[in-house]
T-cell receptor, first 117, second 115 residues
Framework: AQSVTQLGSHVSVSEGALVLLRCNYS??????LFWYVQYPNQGLQLLLK??????LVKGINGFEAEFKKSETSFHLTKPSAHMSDAAEYFC???????????????FGKGTHLIIQP | NAGVTQTPKFQVLKTGQSMTLQCAQD?????MYWYRQDPGMGLRLIYY???????DKGEVPNGYNVSRLNKREFSLRLESAAPSQTSVYFCASSPTTGWASYEQYFGPGTRLTVT
């Protein structure tokens, strides 16, 4: 079975500081991993995804994530936080549903990123 | 290209009332999904449809039914709404079925309150 755990339901950083959002996964097969962002009152938007092509993945808005198999982690980072980064962030892993042979995603519970001026 | 659209955006129901949430995508995707989002719970899958004509239960299907009307449209029905179904509902679509690395594309959500 595949699952993800996001450490920290809320993370607060100062504007200009490093952003680090943690995600650990569990998967019995080589995983595909995703980070999504949700701005207030909006749907989810893909930030980046890991598909085994490269362990360091660059996404939109200056975010990147590194896949570390030995640590079963896929942490999201951004060197310098901006006020516009304030949002909810979700880590997700591909899962093969037992019911119909379709694939999908299972999500972590989310991390709310707060940017202090 | 509108992506994934959902109607309505907001809805208030009384306990016991029924309603249908509509979802459509114009990306020619095979797979479609319904999730609910509750504070501190992340997104939980209600139902999914791997392809036109097929639907399957997800993690939290009780109290819901779905219809994959055609390749574009996937509706979610609450037959007898309960306060526990107060939530934000998201529809999503994905290009393919089978084990793959395709991401899901999300609609803007429907905020449902059941009193």
């Amino acid at each position: 079975a595949q699952s993800v755990t996001q450490l920290g339901s809320h993370v607060s950083v100062s504007e200009g500081a490093l952003v680090l959002l943690r995600c650990n996964y569990s998967s019995s097969v080589p995983p595909y991993l995703f980070w999504y962002v949700q701005y207030p009152n909006q749907g989810l938007q893909l930030l980046l995804k890991y598909t085994s092509a490269a362990t360091l993945v660059k996404g939109i808005n200056g975010f990147e994530a590194e896949f570390k198999k030995s640590e079963t982690s896929f942490h999201l980072t951004k060197p310098s936080a901006h006020m516009s980064d304030a949002a909810e962030y979700f880590c997700a892993v591909s899962v093969l549903y037992s019911g119909g042979g379709a694939d999908g995603l299972t999500f972590g519970k989310g991390t709310h990123l707060i940017i202090q001026p | 290209n509108a992506g994934v659209t959902q109607t309505p955006k907001f809805q208030v129901l009384k306990t016991g009332q029924s309603m249908t949430l509509q979802c459509a995508q114009d990306m020619n995707h095979n797979s479609m999904y319904w999730y609910r989002q509750d504070p501190g719970m992340g997104l939980r899958l209600i139902y999914y449809s791997a392809s036109e004509g097929t639907t399957d239960k997800g993690e939290v299907p009780n109290g819901y039914n779905v219809s994959r009307l055609n390749k574009r449209e996937f509706s979610l029905r609450l037959e007898s709404a309960a306060p526990s179904q107060t939530s934000v509902y998201f529809c999503a679509s994905s290009p393919t079925t089978g084990w793959a690395s395709y991401e899901q594309y999300f609609g803007p959500g429907t905020r449902l309150t059941v009193t």
